[in-house]
């Protein structure tokens, strides 16, 4: 079987909003403003910003994700979690219940998600020709090489599968961090 390489991708403390929290954040029938975009198709940073609010602390001016979605969630790193004083868990974009309270605020009002906040597993998008193609299944878990200077495996990787979707991969700052992560790091994906 070919070796799969996929482009490894940063993905900094973010917030993805309703329709109605966006009204409450900004202002009723307020529509987020385009920025620029972003990996995966559809998927765009705008120019919004909020503030997050926890028990320990605050961190300003962090970027809301466009399109608007189903439910209201932040992505934060386990350094970002410690300076909120929240403890989230580690799951999949939209795994949201049981997970971290938190408070979003805008120049218009506030949210307070009783869950919501998570820290994000580390994951591959792909398309399912992708996955045809390498020999892998949706929701699969794979470990990643990443070569270089402080060379590291990252292991139990979710393959996600969709149409939709771009081949990248997705780890936040502090695994990025850990692994000198450049704008073209690229990782060897190896199966478990």
Do not use: W
């Not at 408070?103 to 998008?125: F, Q, T, Y």
């Amino acid at each position: 079987m070919e070796q799969m390489k996929v482009l490894v991708e940063g993905s900094a403390r973010h917030v993805h909003v309703t329709t109605e929290d966006l009204a409450k954040l900004f202002g009723e029938g307020y529509e987020l403003h385009f920025k620029r975009a972003l990996s995966q198709p559809g998927q765009f940073l705008s120019e919004e910003k909020v503030t997050l609010e926890g028990p320990r602390g605050k961190i300003e001016r962090v970027s809301i994700l466009g399109p608007v979605r189903k439910a209201s969630q932040v992505e934060v790193s386990f350094t970002d979690a410690r300076a909120l004083g929240v403890t989230p868990p580690v799951r999949e974009s939209g795994d949201l219940a049981g997970s971290a309270p938190i408070k979003v605020i805008g120049p218009n009002g506030s949210i307070d998600l009783p869950e919501g906040c998570i820290v994000a597993k580390r994951h591959i998008h792909m398309t399912p020709e992708d996955a045809e193609k390498y020999g892998f299944a949706d929701k699969e878990t794979v470990c990643v090489r990443v070569e270089g200077e402080r060379a590291l495996v990252f292991d139990e990787v979710v393959i996600r599968v969709s149409p939709s979707f771009s081949l990248a991969m997705h780890i936040d700052f502090d695994e990025g961090n850990a692994c000198c992560l450049g704008s073209e790091t690229y990782g060897t994906v190896i199966k478990k």
